[in-house]
């Protein structure tokens, strides 16, 4: 394969309009979750990303019959003949470990092997495992592999999560809603991701309630149609570009985004000292030409509290900004691999463990810098912005497994910058 590069020159002030992508983390186990339902499931408001190319690779694999028109997929599992994803497609994104629930859901077996993804520090996915053994599911390895059975079928279960994991609450929805009975799931994320998930699921006849709260019930159904639906903004995608604002002093407006998931971002940017305004239903106007400010401390937290995934963008960020921002992550033990890449244009993190300190440097300048993973990488991208010279970053394959086409995007605002 070719091996891309994106090529930013610095200083150009951003100012215009940008329709924010559907959102990554909610479109993934959506199309695992058409997986469930037989006939045509219409998906709007896909990115075109190359994780979404993966999960319709699984589901081919599955049997499925898929196909995109401009934003629009749709999957047809009126027939879903295996229950098999290979290796390679398993390794290629982390996310594939939700096809789990669905698979056994659909077929009440599947054979898979761990999951690979972003370089987070170590992920377990004993939450996943462990659910599922108590819903029925006897696990085997077997050379590398995991086979999954369900000798008496998959039945509810009540289970309590020792953490509100995403995936983990993602994968005992899909198992649980054909399942026999009720589940209950204490301790579930509460990300909007997990909410446009149920949503779909009841559109599709599935019986949820409570997503969005920390106890989520399904009461198990026999079958599932397919639907239409429409996958909610990406929240991350949204700070992201705020973030390209702030850094290059400029303004813009953001349409197709949510406000509400952005409960946490909106704070941070207003003691930044940028204007912030939301309007109409789905309206961000985010203006940066007064004198900006570090923020103070950013703590990430679980939902609804300041996103890990927004930490390597404002971490960027905040690196031109004066005065010293200190990070603490709590979700991942090791998401800091960006900061390095920052300190070679010029900024000054020290990271110890959990924490990391950034004193604001009044310039950054351009270099050959690598994406360590997808937001790292997007971050690279918000600071080539604001260097002083160019920035030439490669590995941008993990930027492009959540960003459509960034360069495009920026440039369609007055960046300069070019994939070559
Ligand atoms: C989802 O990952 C997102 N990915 C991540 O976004 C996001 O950072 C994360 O949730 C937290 O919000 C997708 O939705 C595809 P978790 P997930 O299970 O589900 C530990 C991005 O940049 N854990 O909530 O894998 C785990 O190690 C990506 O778009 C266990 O110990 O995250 C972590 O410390 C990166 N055992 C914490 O829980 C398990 O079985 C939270 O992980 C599962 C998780």
Avoid at 214 to 227: C, H, P, W, Y
Avoid at 395 to 418: P, Q
Wanted: a neutral charge; glycine letters at 10%.
């Amino acid at each position: 394969m070719v091996k891309q590069k994106i090529i930013v020159e610095g200083g150009r002030r951003l100012q215009g309009e940008i329709p924010v992508q559907g959102a990554k983390n909610s479109l993934l186990p959506l199309l695992a979750a058409t997986a469930l339902c037989k006939g045509k499931t219409v998906l709007h408001n896909c990115p075109r990303l190359t994780d979404a190319d993966a999960a319709f690779r699984i589901l081919d694999c599955l049997g499925c019959k898929c196909s995109r028109e401009s934003s629009v997929l749709t999957v047809d599992a009126e027939q879903v003949c295996d229950n098999q994803v290979p290796d390679d497609l398993m390794q290629e994104m982390r996310s594939s470990i939700v096809f789990l629930g669905a698979i056994l859901g659909r077929c009440g077996s599947c054979r898979w092997s761990t999951p690979g993804g972003c370089e987070l520090g170590p992920r377990p996915i004993n939450y996943h495992t462990d659910s599922l053994k108590k819903m029925g599911v006897v696990i085997e390895e077997d050379g590398g592999f995991m086979n999954c059975t369900t000798p008496k079928g998959i039945h509810g279960a009540k289970i309590s999560l020792p953490f509100p994991s995403v995936g983990a609450t993602e994968n005992i929805i899909l198992a649980a809603v054909t399942a026999k009975g009720a589940t209950e799931i204490h301790n579930a994320a509460k990300e909007p991701e997990v909410v446009d998930l149920t949503d779909f699921l009841n559109k599709c006849g599935a019986k949820i309630s409570g997503a969005g709260g920390s106890t989520i019930v399904i009461e198990g159904v026999k079958e599932l149609r397919a639907s239409e639906h429409t996958v909610i903004p990406d929240r991350i995608v949204t700070a992201t570009y705020m973030c390209c604002a702030a850094i290059t002093r400029g303004e813009l407006v953001l349409t197709n985004t949510k406000h509400d998931d952005l409960s946490a971002v909106f704070p941070i940017f207003e003691k930044i000292g940028c204007s912030v305004y939301t309007y109409g239903s789905d309206k961000i106007y985010i203006n940066a030409r007064k004198s900006l400010v570090s923020p103070g401390k950013v703590t990430t937290h679980v939902h609804p509290g300041f996103p890990t995934d927004s930490q390597p963008l404002l971490m960027a960020l905040t690196a031109v900004l004066p005065g010293t921002t200190i990070f603490e992550e709590n979700i991942f033990s090791c998401r800091y691999n960006h900061a390095g890449e920052l300190n070679r244009l010029g900024a000054k993190i020290d990271v110890r463990e959990r924490i990391a300190v950034v004193e604001g440097v009044k310039r950054l300048s351009g270099a050959n810098v690598k994406a360590p993973d997808l937001r790292g990488g997007a971050a690279l991208v918000v600071a080539g912005l604001a260097c002083e010279g160019v920035t030439k970053i490669s590995r941008i394959s993990h930027i492009d497994r959540g960003y459509e086409a960034i360069e495009d995007v920026l440039r369609s605002v007055g960046a300069s910058i070019k994939r070559v």
